[in-house]
């Protein structure tokens, strides 16, 4: 019988995955802003490993090379691939990758933009385009069903980590019973066991609770999550009751994870007054190097040192994200880790398909 796994976000990549963003996106008014927070992930990651990145009709992309020249990029590890989506959001609608008799596997699932919450038609179709232009040298999957990237978190070791609030939501598949996704989760990743987190949740997000905005695994057996440390804060309570949570969770083989919590960042709010989703938790692990969303706030720093201590072996960059919050999501939202052995030699020999 062969043997399944989602391997820990930390597993050696080929890629990072990101979709450009673009005029005919929710990105239009602010996109230069947009752009060069793109920019700053790219002159931390073209100089440790490949980048993918899904370009839209729309951009003029000998633009964008003057662009990467100015910055200092790594072109030759920038690989453009010419195909349509509505928004950037990559974690959710790229592929999921899982090993399967240590060959990865890709696993298409369907995105329906957060609970039909906005048009994701084009975004649905990227990953079979991707896949037929022969980019891909795993086989693909195509599965029913509607689950997002940063809905589920690996520990790479059996555990999986998901969000009640998000995955049993009905805007994804129905009235379907706990039991059933959880019988599904360790059929389609190999999981031993699935972990439900009851408890938070940040206003103004999107995404019905997506676990990468509040818990993430690190090696070793520690678990990294965003607290709220201000009493006076509406999110006091509901994350007070998330690290209870978070503190009585084990890992497959029944030890408890040793737990890093994040500062709370000091509160944002956009023009019209709606509180903004900045936290933490929403962090990229590449090749070599930790990529940290920050906020221009006097919590960056210490984020910045928690999550050195949680990946030692990582060198920890801040990548400011104020613009990101600003559309509802943050710098692992934006990015999709393509394991090793994913991506055909042909895309890595390219940098234009």
Same mark, same amino acid.
Request: hydrophobic share 40%; with cysteine.
């Given at each position: 019988?062969? =043997? ?19 005029? @005919? ?11 060069? *927070? ?53 974690? @959710?609608? +790229? ?13 298409? %699932?369907?995105?329906? +933009? ?21 980019? %891909? ?8 069903? *509607? ?41 389609? %990743?190999?999981? =031993? #066991? ?19 905005? &509040? ?8 678990? *990294? ?13 509901? %994350? ?32 019209? +007054? ?16 930790? &990529? ?11 984020? &910045? ?11 920890? *960059? ?18 999709? #880790? ?13 940098? @234009?398909?």
């Amino acid at each position: 019988m062969s =043997q399944r796994y989602l391997p820990a976000e930390w597993y050696p990549q080929d890629a990072i995955l990101i979709t450009w963003p673009h005029p @005919d996106s929710d990105w239009a008014d602010v996109l230069a802003d947009a752009e060069d *927070v793109y920019l700053d992930l790219l002159s931390s990651l073209s100089h440790t490993q490949d980048v993918v990145i899904q370009v839209h009709a729309s951009i003029d992309t000998d633009r964008l090379k003057v662009l990467f020249e100015r910055d200092g990029i790594n072109q030759a590890r920038c690989h453009l691939v010419l195909v349509d989506g509505n928004d950037t959001w990559a974690r @959710d609608h +790229g592929p999921i990758t899982v090993l399967e008799d240590d060959q990865p596997r890709l696993l298409n %699932f369907r995105f329906n +933009g957060w609970g039909d919450k906005f048009n994701a038609s084009d975004d649905n179709a990227l990953n079979q385009t991707m896949s037929d232009k022969g980019l %891909f040298a795993a086989p693909m999957q195509s599965i029913d069903w *509607v689950l997002e990237g940063g809905s589920i978190e690996s520990d790479g070791r059996g555990t999986l980590l998901t969000t009640t609030a998000c995955v049993l939501n009905p805007n994804r598949n129905g009235d379907t019973s706990r039991q059933t996704l959880d019988k599904h989760l360790k059929t389609w %990743f190999g999981s =031993q #066991q699935i972990l439900w987190l009851e408890n938070g949740a940040l206003a103004g997000d999107d995404t019905d609770a997506h676990i990468d905005t &509040l818990a993430r695994f690190a090696p070793e057996g520690i678990l *990294v999550f965003q607290g709220c440390q201000d009493e006076n804060d509406a999110h006091f309570e509901q %994350f007070s009751a998330m690290k209870r949570e978070l503190t009585a969770f084990t890992d497959a083989s029944g030890n408890p994870y040793r737990l890093i919590e994040l500062p709370w960042p000091d509160a944002q709010f956009n023009q019209q +007054g709606q509180r903004l989703p900045a936290t933490y938790a929403n962090f990229l692990v590449a090749n070599q190097i930790l &990529l940290v969303p920050t906020y221009s706030v006097p919590q960056d720093g210490a984020a &910045l040192e928690r999550l050195a201590e949680a990946f030692p072996d990582h060198r920890v *960059v801040g990548i400011p994200c104020l613009t990101l919050i600003e559309q509802f999501g943050s710098l692992h939202c934006i990015t999709m #880790q393509l394991p090793k052995g994913t991506l055909s030699q042909s895309l890595l020999d390219s940098q @234009d398909l």
